[in-house]
């Protein structure tokens, strides 16, 4: 199949057009995330069923399908920026942190940065390591965390210092001893789309584990990652992100 007719190259071109996200797209056409993004990259195919099934959620005959022109992956001078605030920020309380996923209107994110409450005092509070595509930097802000991972012992870093790691190792963040507040900046990264989509619906689904399932709404203000406690949803969504 040459570049022109990829499969992964048309689905780029038909999600930049119908300005989906993975996720979105996933949800339409009926194949998972994790599928759809290998595909783009061109490491998956998809099997004639699922080419049908493919064609026929989005409404576009095979031969049609294979005939469009694709773009590349990595467009030159997009122009693209995003500034930080309110209306563009997801906030999703977990058991083990208050996340506030930063951008948020920007899709296709090569990075997701997110600042941190650190909830869990230590490991046996914290429960399983988690893991996800990607790999991630974590800077703190303020008061010290422990890094706990699959390969290596445990790491205290304190205010101003640095993690760097492979998001697919196990790993999780937890107070350090004698802290009672910690906050972190961490920028995820994924050549796959839709991390951002992914680690959202991994913080849920924590939470409906923990507490039932969640319960969305507007949120106020979350400045430095210290959010309003007075709210007891766990995914708040403020204007400008409805499509969460």
Same mark, same amino acid.
């Given at each position: ?20 996200? #993975?996720?979105? $797209?996933?949800? @339409?056409?009926?194949? +998972?995330?994790? &599928? ?5 990259? =061109? %490491? ?20 049609? #399908?294979?005939? $469009?022109?694709? @773009?590349?992956?990595? +467009?030159?001078? &997009? ?5 930080? =605030? %309110? ?23 090569? $990075? ?133």
């Amino acid at each position: 199949m040459s570049q022109r007719t990829s499969l992964g190259g048309v689905i780029r071109r038909i999600r930049y057009e119908r300005e989906w996200s #993975l996720a979105e $797209m996933s949800a @339409v056409v009926g194949i +998972p995330l994790s &599928t759809l993004a290998k595909i783009e990259r =061109g %490491e998956l195919s998809l099997t004639y069923d699922k080419l049908l099934q493919l064609s026929e959620r989005l409404e576009i005959g095979l031969p049609e #399908l294979f005939s $469009m022109p694709v @773009v590349t992956q990595n +467009p030159v001078g &997009t122009g693209r920026r995003s500034v930080s =605030g %309110e209306a563009n920020t997801i906030t999703v309380a977990s058991r083990n942190y208050d996340d506030n996923y930063l951008c948020s209107d920007l899709r296709a994110k090569i $990075m997701t940065p997110i600042i941190i409450d650190v909830k869990a005092a230590d490991i046996e509070e914290f429960g399983p390591l988690i893991t996800h595509d990607g790999e991630e930097f974590v800077y703190v802000v303020s008061g010290s965390i422990v890094v706990h991972t699959d390969f290596y012992e445990p790491t205290e870093i304190k205010t101003g210092g640095g993690h760097y790691l492979d998001s697919q190792m196990g790993h999780a963040y937890v107070r350090a001893p004698g802290c009672d507040s910690a906050t972190i900046l961490a920028v995820c990264a994924s050549r796959s789309d839709g991390l951002d989509q992914a680690l959202i619906e991994q913080m849920v689904g924590f939470s409906e584990q923990a507490s039932g399932a969640p319960r969305v709404g507007k949120k106020a203000k979350a400045k430095g990652g210290n959010r309003p406690r007075s709210s007891p949803s766990p995914v708040r969504a403020r204007a400008g992100s409805a499509r969460r």
